[in-house]
Every structure is written in structure tokens, then in C-alpha cells.
């Protein structure tokens, strides 16, 4: 057994060592300011350096080229360990108790913008920039990040990416070697940020606002600096900028760099997956908002169509900012956004969710089937965006999908078991599983988590490393063949 932990547990060893080095950001920050946290992050970044050193300098000796199941292990471990790690200066400093820490830790690295926490205008500056950075660190994987890093350590990527990376497709590489992709999309990752970061400011934030919130669009990450998130601006040109950017971060990243490369947009209408994220979102913004016009939500056209894009556009991409509390909104629309966050962001996109390659794939499945009920012998492939989709990803994505609705479901009930109310219940899942953020009911945008109990809040937890690792990379975990040499 430890010739297959320890390998693992070298190479973590150095993913927590990068990892302290992020705390750097947050610690200028404080100290800069003279903030009080300043001492949280000190402690933090210390004990996080120290500790993967020692781990380090003990596994050093069973370092080696990483195998597919110790790139599924390294994934998992870093996952489930780092949220305790990142939340230490949260838990240290504020009124919190370790549930809550890992949660709200959690919920930035898995860029699911869920929060615990009241009164974030309040909180020390140093604290909102490392909830807002941990979101951003987690949009890509911090694992993506060390495959562009480990490299020069003399650790291979190529397991690791495969099992971070979301989607059906994780052979595609952009270029032959995979460190040299990670550090592709990255850049690509990079440049969005700071072009959305310099919109915001131009539209009206000031720059630590624009930091922060350009980190949480582009990770689809759902945190604000302020507990009303973008309705505490009442911007449209903020609105329109953050809608833009949570468009583009909910497409494949992939798609953007040969956009970039080839200098022109042919890139988008050429992929099927970013023509039908943008038709569904363009129907179902015109849709709910001739719905709550019609239904008296807002006085006229041009207010409900204003309200409906963003809060619409954001819950569909898995980003969780809100402008308004959609949870009063006839239950019709905030169920149709719950859905859509099932099923809108893109493969190679910051966001969750089944993702729009896959159900495309069930879609064009299901007409293959109702085609052979009629005619029994037609060989048809199957195609999307021109591109055969070969059998074995077809039962991929059946298989994950079955697994996926069953998490969802004995989620709920755990839920349930424990005495939270159904809508809650449900959506808190749904939203925690997708990467959404907010929920209905009692996690609704107007309150947060912070009213659910421990047990409750730790099945939350489980439910968002279990949506950001695409359900596979932790249940494979329990399987006895993973195991056997």
C-alpha cells in the first residue's frame, strides 16, 4: 500500500508548498493595509510551507513517473485536503468554526460561490481577496497549475490533467505536450481576468472591487464583497460587463485560444458546443423575461429583460452572482435556471454541471435509438459538430450521467433524513453539485448557508467535490479494481 500512497503523497507534498506561496497575495495585502488577519496568514502560509516541505523531504525517496490510478489519487487527495488548508485563516480569524471554514474554503476552490458568511463589506480586505483567489485558483484546477509547474520538478502531468480536466473528451490536447497546454490555457485564463478586471473599472468599480469580481466571473465563482453580490451596484454597465465575461468563462477555454490564434471568431460557430450554450441562453433570457413581465414582477419590459439576462446568464453558467432575490420570482423561473445550471457550461469551461457536450450526446442518442426502433439494421454514427463521437464516449457520459442524477438524489435525502425542508433541500444540492452558488428556500440569494446545521453543511461539502471532480474521480476511488496491483 505505501508503494502506491507515497509516490502520491510526494508529489502533494509540492502542490502544498505552491499552495503557501498563493497565501502570499492575501498577506501583502494585510499587511499593506495593517489589517487584522494579517497574523492568520502569516501562520497559514507558514505552516502550509513547512508541512508539505517535511512531507516532501520524507516521501522523497519514492518519487516517480505518476500512473493513471496515482494521478486519480493526487486529484482527489488535493481536493478534499486543500479546503482544509486554504480555510485555516479563515477559521483562525473570524467567529467560524472549522465546518464553516472548510465549507466557505470549499465553495472557492470548487468555484461554487456558496458562503457562510454575513456582513462580507465588512471583512478585512485580505480576507475577501482570499475567497475571491481561491475561487480564481480553483476555475482552471490548481492541479492544471501544477501540471504547468511540477514539470520542471521532473514529475509528469499527463495523468494528473486527465483526471482534472471536466468533459468526455480529455485526450484532445491543444499542443503535443501537456504542461505546455496547461500553461496555454492559463494564459488564456489570465488575459480574461485581467480584461474583465479593467472593464469593471472602467464601468464603475473601484479596483479592489473589480479584482475580486473579475476573479469571480471568470471562475464562474459566485463571490461578492458585498452580501447583496452585483445588486449593491445597481450598474448596468457592470452588469452588462460581468454577463459578457461569465458568457466566455462558460465556454471551452479551448475554443478561445484558436479564436485568438487564428485571429478571428470562426473558432465559436465552428463548435457545437459554444453555438448551443449561447442559443439556450438567448432563448431562455427572452423567454423568462417576457415571463415575469407577463407576471407583473417588474413594471415594464425593459426592467424584466434587464434582471432576467443577468440573474439568468449567471445561474445557467454555474457563477452564483445575483442582482436580485430570483428566489421570489414565480417558482417557474428560478426552476428553470436551477436547470439550466444542470446542463449550460461548456467541456474545458470554469464551470460545472453535466456539461453541453454531454447533452448534446444524449440528445443525438436518443434520436439514434427512436431511428433504430423504426429501422432495426440502420448503422448511423453518432455525430456532433460534424465529429463522430466514438461508442465507448457514449457510454461514458450514460454512465456518468446515471451517476450523477443517483448522487443528487441520495444527497437529498441525507438531506432530508437530516430535517431540512425539500425545496431547500433540493436545490441546495442541485446548486452545490453544479458549482452554482445560491439555492431556494433557505439558501436562497436572499440569505445563505450558513442557516443549515454542521451535518448539513458537510453533506453540501461533499456534494461540491463531488460535482467539481465529475463524480468519477472520487467514487472510482471505492472501487476494489483501482486497488489491485
Same mark, same amino acid.
Given at each position: ?35 487584522? +488577519? !494579517?497574523?492568520?496568514? $502569516?501562520?497559514? @502560509?507558514? #505552516?502550509? /510551507?513547512? &508541512?508539505?516541505?517535511? *512531507? ?19 486529484? +482527489? !487527495?488535493?481536493?478534499? $485536503?486543500?479546503? @482544509?488548508? #486554504?480555510? /485555516?485563516? &479563515?477559521?483562525?480569524? *473570524? ?33 475577501? &481577496?482570499?475567497?475571491? *483567489? ?352
Amino acid at each position: 500500500m505505501k508503494d502506491i500512497l507515497l509516490p502520491v503523497a510526494h508529489v502533494f507534498a509540492l502542490v502544498m508548498m505552491v499552495f503557501a506561496v498563493t497565501m502570499l497575495a492575501p498577506l501583502v495585502m494585510a499587511l499593506w493595509g495593517l489589517d487584522p +488577519a !494579517l497574523w492568520s496568514f $502569516v501562520i497559514s @502560509a507558514l #505552516a502550509t /510551507f513547512v &508541512l508539505g516541505a517535511l *512531507l516532501w523531504l520524507a516521501t522523497r525517496r519514492f518519487k516517480r513517473e505518476l500512473k493513471t490510478r496515482d494521478g486519480l489519487m493526487l486529484v +482527489a !487527495l488535493t481536493w478534499v $485536503v486543500l479546503p @482544509a488548508v #486554504a480555510g /485555516f485563516p &479563515l477559521w483562525h480569524f *473570524l467567529p467560524i468554526n472549522f465546518t464553516d471554514a472548510y465549507f466557505e474554503a470549499a465553495s472557492g476552490l470548487t468555484t461554487t460561490g456558496g458562503t457562510v458568511l454575513s456582513g462580507l463589506e465588512f471583512l478585512p480586505r485580505s480576507i475577501n &481577496l482570499w475567497r475571491h *483567489l481561491l475561487s480564481w485558483l480553483g476555475g482552471m484546477g490548481i492541479i492544471v497549475l501544477a501540471v504547468a509547474i511540477l514539470p520542471l520538478l521532473g514529475v509528469g502531468g499527463m495523468q494528473i490533467y486527465r483526471a482534472e480536466m471536466p468533459g468526455p473528451m480529455k485526450d484532445s490536447k491543444l499542443t503535443p505536450r501537456i504542461g505546455q497546454t496547461a500553461k496555454l490555457l492559463w494564459t488564456v485564463y489570465a488575459g480574461l481576468t485581467a480584461a474583465c478586471i479593467v472593464s469593471l473599472r472602467f464601468a464603475g468599480m473601484n479596483w479592489f472591487d473589480a479584482v475580486c469580481h473579475g476573479f469571480s466571473a471568470l471562475a464562474l465563482g459566485g463571490f461578492s464583497t458585498y452580501d447583496a453580490s452585483i445588486g449593491h451596484f445597481n450598474s448596468l454597465p457592470i452588469e452588462m460587463v460581468l454577463t459578457i465575461f461569465q458568457v466566455l468563462a462558460a465556454l471551452n477555454f479551448a475554443t478561445h485560444f484558436l479564436a485568438w490564434s487564428q485571429r478571428g471568431v470562426w473558432a465559436y460557430f465552428r463548435d457545437a458546443e459554444a453555438k448551443a450554450i449561447l442559443s439556450v441562453l438567448v432563448a431562455s433570457c427572452i423567454g423568462i423575461s417576457l415571463f415575469l413581465f407577463y407576471k407583473g414582477s417588474y413594471p415594464d419590459y425593459p426592467t424584466a429583460l434587464r434582471h432576467a439576462v443577468f440573474n439568468v446568464v449567471s445561474i445557467a453558467t454555474d457563477s452564483g452572482l445575483h442582482t436580485q432575490d430570483y428566489s421570489r420570482w414565480p417558482i417557474f423561473a428560478p426552476m428553470w435556471m436551477m436547470f439550466l445550471s444542470c446542463i449550460v457550461a461548456s467541456s474545458g469551461s470554469t464551470g460545472g454541471g453535466i456539461k453541453m457536450i454531454r447533452t448534446l450526446v444524449l440528445a443525438k442518442q436518443a434520436h439514434r435509438e427512436l431511428n433504430q426502433l423504426v429501422h432495426p439494421n440502420m448503422v448511423r454514427p453518432l455525430k456532433v459538430g460534424g465529429t463522430v463521437i466514438a461508442n465507448r464516449v457514449v457510454f461514458a457520459v450514460l454512465a456518468f450521467v446515471f451517476l450523477y442524477f443517483m448522487s443528487i438524489v441520495t444527497l437529498i435525502f441525507v438531506q432530508l433524513a437530516s430535517g431540512l425542508d425539500f425545496m431547500t433541500s433540493l436545490s441546495a444540492i442541485i446548486a452545490c453539485i453544479n458549482n452554482a452558488g445560491p439555492g431556494l428556500g433557505l439558501v436562497g440569494p436572499g440569505s445563505n448557508y450558513g442557516v443549515l446545521t454542521d451535518f448539513q453543511t458537510w453533506v453540501c461539502s461533499a456534494a461540491m467535490l463531488l460535482g467539481r471532480l465529475e463524480v468519477f474521480t472520487i467514487l472510482v476511488l471505492f472501487t476494489p479494481t483501482l486497488w489491485r496491483k
